[in-house]
């Protein structure tokens, strides 16, 4: 029995009637509590808060995505590791994991601020059969079903929990891969978050459960986005606070206004100018002005 095998174990089941020496003290050394019963066996008390890769891996029931995980202390950006990674040829559903990034990328070229074990910095290597738009859409949605009931879309791709911002995705195209980068805010103080953005984040006890409740997502989502995109619209629709609205965006030096209708079947934003004519918006190199 490996690690891995064992920690799935012990989030099956309440008692594991045997688990080898040499895993028990393994998993005591990573900062798991693990108590033993007489004739009932070994019951996980406590995880630590850390990202694992076994751990993760133990978790999940995912078809394709983190197929092969792997977890960095720190790195500069996660998109780049998985750049280079598919260089190498890696298999599709690959997942990076830094527990903090010296280079965070944001949209635009911003900062992101990634600060050690208070978020969920990770990409993802895909090679989807359908457009990137899709892609950010279904990620979209995976982010706002994990962070709960109270959290929102803002168009394109940002997470927002009470009007602040909870995480954001920086899907990049790189030579046939596509690699979808996601950043969640989790057990932030005000410190911790660039005070510019607006920002919030995620409470809970259980980051690396957050995680893995993520993957599951997004393994759902992906293959939704290929089979039947419509319904993931409909659920962004029903969460997304742009839809419904007169906005403003600048693409460029040119500024749009309309009012936002949906989405098409490529997960572009169509907006209706008010000569009625209806505009198509693809593409990460835009900013919304005004919602
Ligand atoms: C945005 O809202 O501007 C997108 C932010 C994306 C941040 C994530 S964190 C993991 C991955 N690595 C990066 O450098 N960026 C993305």
């Known amino acids: 029995m490996n690690l891995t095998e064992a920690l799935a174990q012990l989030y099956r089941h309440e008692y594991v009637t045997k688990l080898p020496a040499a895993v028990l003290a393994e998993l005591r050394q990573l900062g798991y509590v693990v108590e033993q019963r007489a004739h009932l066996g070994y019951r996980l008390v406590e995880s630590p808060d850390r990202l694992i890769a076994d751990d993760l891996r133990a978790r999940l029931k995912t078809q394709m995505i983190g197929k092969e995980i792997l ?53 993802v290597l895909l090679r989807p059969r359908f457009p990137l738009t899709r892609l950010t859409v279904a990620a979209s949605v995976a982010v706002a079903r994990v962070a709960g009931k109270e959290a929102r879309i803002k168009w394109p791709n940002d997470v927002t929990l009470h009007g602040r911002k909870l995480a954001g995705i920086l899907t990049e195209a790189r030579d046939g891969v596509a690699i979808l980068g996601i950043g969640v805010n989790v057990n932030c103080q005000a410190k911790d978050l660039p005070a510019e953005l607006h920002a919030t984040s995620l409470v809970t006890e259980d980051r690396p459960g957050l995680a893995a409740e993520l993957l599951q997502e997004l393994d759902e989502l992906y293959r939704q986005a290929d089979e039947d995109f419509a319904r993931i619209s409909t659920e962004w629709a029903r969460l997304c606070t742009t839809v419904g609205k007169q906005i403003a965006i600048r693409m460029g030096d040119r500024r749009i206004e309309g009012h936002a209708q949906a989405l098409d079947e490529d997960g572009a934003l169509l907006i209706r100018r008010d000569s009625g004519k209806i505009e198509r918006i693809v593409g990460a190199d835009l900013t919304l002005e005004r919602e």
């Open 71 to 123: 977890v960095f202390e720190e790195t500069a950006s996660t998109n780049d590791v998985v750049a280079r990674l598919a260089d190498g040829h890696r298999g599709e559903g690959l997942v990076v994991f830094a527990e903090s990034q010296t280079k965070g990328r944001g949209r635009h070229g911003r900062v992101w601020s990634s600060p050690r074990g208070k978020g969920l910095w990770f990409s």
